[in-house]
T-cell receptor, first 113, second 110 residues
């Protein structure tokens, strides 16, 4: 298993600003995943982050809007840039230390006003 | 990614078994069937996964049809804590990303 923490747990931000979300894992993992969950919706994968290489983004998500860093095997950040109210969502990171079993963080609840 | 179909919602009573169905008629031979659940205000939680044979763990059982076009997640004795959205997901063993559908919202009555 894996224990994942995220910071901040929630934030209220003004449009046009940026927020960086941190994800810390208690063990070394190769890949980390970032998801978005819009209000009342299911989860959508934003990108996959490998340590030492550029993140791989899913269709509809771009690096300029959601830059990701992966400086080591236990940590990653996701930045939500130039925010608009449509970015109000829960952002979650996850890891898969055991094949087939993915573990999620508690999420960061972002509200953009 | 192959598609899954689940009922939007289900209701059951505490201490009774719950059978959550999932249809996946376009499943390929290399797709694994995964189940996750999301309790209120929490991130998703891994429940169980399988390929062809039925699987059991401490949380649940997974019954897979012989043709693999459907599966059922079985909670043997539901508690109030089992109230959650349950997601049935297909994925290739080699692919680590999860593609979530809308899931089934399970309500447990005391």
């Amino acid at each position: 298993s894996a224990v994942i923490s995220q910071k901040p747990s929630r934030d209220i931000c003004q449009r046009g600003t940026s927020l960086t979300i941190q994800c810390q894992v208690d063990s070394q993992v190769t890949m980390m995943f970032w998801y978005r969950q819009q209000p009342g919706q299911s989860l959508t994968l934003i990108a996959t982050a490998n340590q030492g290489s550029e993140a791989t983004y899913e269709s509809g998500f771009v690096i300029d809007k959601f830059p990701i860093s992966r400086p080591n095997l236990t940590f990653s950040t996701l930045t939500v840039s130039n925010m608009s109210p449509e970015d109000s969502s829960i952002y979650l990171c996850s890891v898969e230390p055991t094949v087939g079993e993915q573990y999620f963080g508690p999420g960061t609840r972002l509200t953009v006003t | 990614d192959a598609k899954t179909t689940q009922p939007n919602s289900m209701e059951s009573n505490e201490e009774e078994p719950v059978h959550l169905p999932c249809n996946h008629s376009t499943i390929s031979g290399t797709d694994y069937i995964h189940w996750y659940r999301q309790l209120p205000s929490q991130g998703p939680e891994y429940v169980i996964h399988g390929l062809t044979s039925n699987v059991n763990n401490r949380m649940a059982s997974l019954a897979i049809a012989e043709d693999r076009k459907s599966s059922t997640l079985i909670l043997h004795r539901a508690t109030l804590r089992d109230a959650a959205v349950y997601y049935c997901i297909l994925r290739l063993r080699s692919a680590q990303k999860l593609v979530f559908g809308q899931g089934t919202r399970l309500t447990i009555n005391p």
